[in-house]
């Protein structure tokens, strides 16, 4: 395997591609690890990022790791919605870390600008995650170095530090320009590109969070397909087209129950919950499912009998059921996340990430 000189935490965006390009400058080799998850993350560009950006870049599944961390809850808290920036950082830092030796590195290399974010960014923040990564002297964020005190790695020679810069705050001017200098025409758009930061992700994932006993990947994979209800811990998750469909095939597991009206075109819908399921939770799991089949509506007000067919494990049985909306099961809303979420703060920390 080839050597190189330091990794970089890529994300995709601007100023992760020009701490790597700023480094590539100064005749150093770089290694860049995209770290993925169900929130975060696009393995799927990485070709395309590499062709245009001239970058040698590969991905990493952080999903495992990112649940587990959300599980055991962030040491420092969440953001302004479900977003846990600086546990996150440290957690991606502390993997970047740890693959120093398969790539023979000498240095990690981040692309934060001091005070373009008001949670993860701060002077202070930025030393924590340092500590908490266990990365001190080996880490070098090239775009705000000359603002921060000097690394080992640039004590010691292996990067010129009159190269690199002291950008600061939240304007990109100065990263525009630089992007122009490397001859860089496709800018990504700003932003951190988290789906956590967003309250209408957050009413999906914080559900999983604080509902089932121990939520997974998988969990988490499953919460962002198709429309979410929740009736106490029993969850429902109904497909809005073959897409939803196709990913809930690689999502179910043995446990689940499998919906599906039976002799009515209609959506897939899976039940998952940490407890099993009682006779009442599935019949009212079903009436919704069949209640967006508008064919096995108008059966059902023409006095048809209407079946969904639900499958556990293998065994299949027929409900019959009345289509309605009138539910138990209720989409989750933004306001329930951040009214739990809000109560978890700690007072005095500041979460406008």
Known sequence: MKNYDGIALFSGGLDSILAARLLMEQGRS????????????????????????????????????????????PEYGFGSAMNPCVDCKILMMRMARERMEEYGAKFLVSGEVLGQRPMSQRRDTLNVIRRDADVRGI??????????????????????RSRLLGMNGRGRKEQLALAEH????????????????????????????????????????????????????????IGRHKFDNEI??????????????????GPIALGRSSRPWDNDAVQKAASLVASYSPKACKAHEEGQRVFVRVTQSGQSSLVEISPSRESAFREPAWEDARDALHALRKPGREHNE
């Open 30 to 73: 770089i290694k860049c690890l995209h770290f993925f998850s169900p929130f975060f993350g696009h393995p799927g560009r990485v070709e395309h990022w590499q062709e245009i950006y001239g970058l040698d870049i590969t991905a990493v599944d952080a999903g495992e790791a990112f649940a587990d961390m959300l599980r055991r809850g």
């Open 139 to 160: 880490l070098l964020r090239p775009l705000c170095a000359k603002l921060l005190d000097p690394t080992q790695v640039e004590e010691e020679g292996l990067v010129d």
């Open 248 to 265: 809930y095939a690689s999502l179910i597991r043995g446990n689940d129950l499998h919906f599906k009206l039976a002799g009515f075109p």
């Open 182 to 237: 490397f001859g860089i025409t496709e800018i990504p758009t700003p932003g951190g590109g988290c789906k956590l930061t967003e309250k209408e992700n957050t009413r999906r994932f914080w559900p999983v969070l604080s509902r089932l006993a121990a939520p997974d990947v998988n969990d988490f994979r499953l919460a962002d397909v198709g429309r979410q209800f929740w009736y106490e811990d029993y969850w429902l998750t």
